[in-house]
């Protein structure tokens, strides 16, 4: 039972356009969201995060959004950078006990071509 | 460098030996946590710690598996008798702040192969 879905396994995008990945979930539970970046060979890098009480969130380049009714988020990197190359975790969590239980999406991966 | 560290970075044996990774988390994190990552899947959780207690076990985590934060400053991650469905890269991260809303800070795993 995947709670969590990434959809795009892959995304190839053009230098300085916009990337938009896009990630749906199951779990109503769910109130808080992630987005983690990860390179081969490394661990998941945390990008931005979103509150189930708002429904935008921006930093720098990247954008969060999230529609609670239809259960969906998305993240936005405006310009897309060749570094940005990597694939992207969506991430949701429901506070279990004193901890946040993060449950992953599969991941797209990122192709930011010159 | 004051992020998760984990050693070893990769980790080869032979089915039936036991295996231990180690991770130290960032030194002001009070909760630690587990995770494994099999190749095309996101990362699942295994265990976390607050402080040296064990507050939550995954079902994925069999007999095979123990976890232990001595002191709860690093940890440690130990798997019995291994089997080849066992390999993965296993992922350890930190994290402090209030709880349902914190940011994990991930280390760059281990990656265990079993033959």
Excluded at chain 2, 27 to 42: C, D, K, P
Excluded at chain 2, 78 to 87: A, F, L, N, P, V
Aim: aromatic residues 10%.
């Amino acid at each position: 039972d995947q709670q969590v879905k990434q959809n795009s396994p892959s995304l190839s995008v053009q230098e300085g356009r916009i990337s938009i990945l896009n990630c749906d979930y199951t779990n109503s539970m769910f109130d808080y969201f992630l987005w983690y970046k990860k390179y081969p060979a490394e661990g998941p890098t945390f990008l931005i995060s979103i509150s189930s009480i708002k429904d935008k969130n921006e930093d720098g380049r990247f954008t969060v959004f999230l529609n609670k009714s239809a259960k969906h988020l998305s993240l936005h990197i405006v310009p897309s950078q060749p570094g940005d190359s990597a694939v992207y975790f969506c991430a949701a969590s429901a506070l279990t006990g004193t901890a946040s239980k993060l449950t992953f999406g599969t991941g797209t991966r990122l192709q930011v071509t010159l | 460098d004051t992020g998760v560290s984990q050693d070893p970075r990769h980790k080869i044996t032979k089915r039936g030996q036991n295996v231990t990774f180690r991770c130290d988390p960032i030194s002001e994190h009070n909760r630690l946590y587990w995770y494994r990552q099999t190749l095309g899947q996101g990362p699942e959780f295994l265990t976390y710690f607050q402080n040296e207690a064990q507050l939550e076990k995954s079902r994925l985590l069999s007999d095979r598996f123990s976890a232990e934060r001595p002191k709860g400053s690093f940890s440690t991650l130990e798997i019995q008798r291994t089997e080849q469905g066992d390999s993965a890269m296993y992922l350890c991260a930190s994290s402090s702040g209030t709880a349902g809303n914190e940011k994990l800070f991930f280390g760059s795993g281990t990656q265990l192969s079993v033959l």
